[in-house]
């Protein structure tokens, strides 16, 4: 029981570190919007 609390609190960080990710990389994909295309 116990690891299944930490695995939920780590997802939720994980939630967090992506959005700040993709925050960062909408500010450089205005300038790589090729890099756009080969992540799809």
């Known amino acids: 029981m116990d690891n299944g609390k930490h695995?939920?609190?780590k997802t939720a960080s994980a939630k967090i570190l992506e959005k700040v990710k993709n925050r960062l990389s909408r500010k450089s994909k205005g300038k790589k919007n090729k890099d756009?295309?080969?992540k799809k």
Do not use: P, R
């Open 36 to 38: 756009k295309s080969k």
């Open 7 to 9: 695995a939920k609190e």
